[in-house]
């Protein structure tokens, strides 16, 4: 079976720090990879997403960048972080070019001091 | 851009009573999918409609796609206090790859 993880499970940062959040997919091949955040326990905001190695695609220009070095990883960072970066960060997965049903991990609440 | 709106924001009901959240996009939809979000927890998908006028159930769960293809609904008959959450519709705009604009979701409390 398909599991996701991500981690750190929260995390607290100071304004201007560096930051990686890390994505891994088990279970599955080729996956199409996404990044999400939501503010204050409400809607989603997609950020990136990703067909294949390498390949991102930005939705949101901001003070946050992606990575995918292989194929089941996805990493989201940042050189320095603002306060607005706070939030919910998830990650999740889905298969196929269609629109098919997403999973997503349990997410990182990061938290910017 | 492709915009989905949801409402109501929130909805508070007593235990036994059900639950209505609607969901409405600006432009036709290939699919409509939908997400529950228990507190604390990440969203959780639940179905997804494809065709125009569907209908689905599960259990005490009813979701509906609109025949334009541009409305969904779901509805919930006797809610019980394992439905709280936030309940998120998503529309699929016919992109590749899954993209899905999410609507700002219904935060459901249920009173017992």
């Known amino acids: 079976s398909q599991t996701i993880h991500q981690w750190p499970a929260t995390l607290v940062q100071p304004v201007g720090s560096p930051l990686s959040l890390e994505c891994t997919v088990e279970g599955t091949s080729n996956p199409n990879l996404y990044w999400y955040r939501q503010a204050a326990g409400r809607g989603l905001q997609l950020l990136f997403y990703?067909?294949?190695?390498?390949?991102i695609s930005s939705e949101v220009p901001q003070n946050l960048s992606a990575s995918r070095p292989q194929d089941r990883q996805f990493i989201l960072s940042s050189k320095k972080l603002l306060l607005s970066d706070s939030g919910f960060y998830l990650c999740a997965w889905s298969v196929g070019t269609g629109s098919y049903e997403q999973y997503f991990g349990p997410g990182t609440r990061l938290t910017v001091t | 851009g492709q915009q989905v709106m949801q409402i109501p924001q929130y909805q508070h009901v007593q235990e036994g009573e059900d639950f209505t959240t609607y969901c409405n996009s600006s432009t036709t939809l290939s699919n409509i999918q939908w997400y529950k979000q228990r507190p604390g927890g990440h969203p959780v998908f639940l179905i997804q409609l494809v065709k125009s006028g569907e209908v689905k159930k599960q259990k005490r769960l009813t979701f509906q796609f609109g025949e334009a293809k541009k409305n969904s609904s779901l509805h919930i008959t006797a809610t019980q206090t394992t439905d709280v959450g936030t309940y998120f519709c998503a529309g699929a705009g016919g992109t590749s790859y899954g993209k899905l604009t999410f609507g700002q979701g219904t935060i459901l409390t249920v009173h017992p």
């Open positions: 990703s067909v294949g190695i390498g390949q």
